[in-house]
């Protein structure tokens, strides 16, 4: 049993930058990777990045390389992305999402993820 709390979403200007943390409660978090999912209106949920817990190994959408950083604090439960060069497209609801078993590099099938967070929005607007 894993609960996802999330933050730091908000209203920035194109180009700016965004920091979003997502915390793990409830115990230790001892699985395989967590990371985000991204929902604009209308659009199907999209892959945007995992991080392996353990290892750190990170996987990103096509779409956010280069833009984007996902790192960990295991002690702390916690991810965190940092966005930076935000573009419009970039505004959706942003889900945190963790999973026991699946490897981070499998997340862009988007199948099976365990846990989800409440969703924060981002909106990249001038």
């Known amino acids: 049993q894993v609960q996802l709390v999330e933050s730091g979403g908000g209203l920035v200007q194109p180009g700016g930058s965004l920091r979003l943390s997502c915390a793990a409660s409830?115990?230790?978090?001892?699985?395989?990777?967590m990371g985000w999912f991204r929902q604009a209106p209308g659009k199907k949920r999209e892959f945007v990045v995992a991080?392996?817990?353990?290892?750190?190994?990170?996987y990103y959408a096509d779409s956010v390389k280069g833009r984007f950083t996902i790192s960990r604090d295991n002690a702390k439960d916690t991810v965190y992305l940092q966005m930076n060069s935000l573009k419009p497209e970039d505004t959706a609801v942003y889900y945190c999402?963790?999973?026991?078993?699946?490897?981070?590099?499998?997340?862009?099938?988007?199948?099976?993820?365990?846990?989800w967070g409440q969703g924060t929005q981002v909106t990249v607007s001038s």
């Open positions: 991080i392996n817990w353990i290892s750190g190994s990170t």
């Open positions: 409830g115990r230790t978090f001892d699985g395989a990777a």
């Open positions: 999402a963790a999973d026991q078993h699946l490897d981070g590099s499998s997340w862009h099938a988007f199948g099976g993820i365990d846990y």
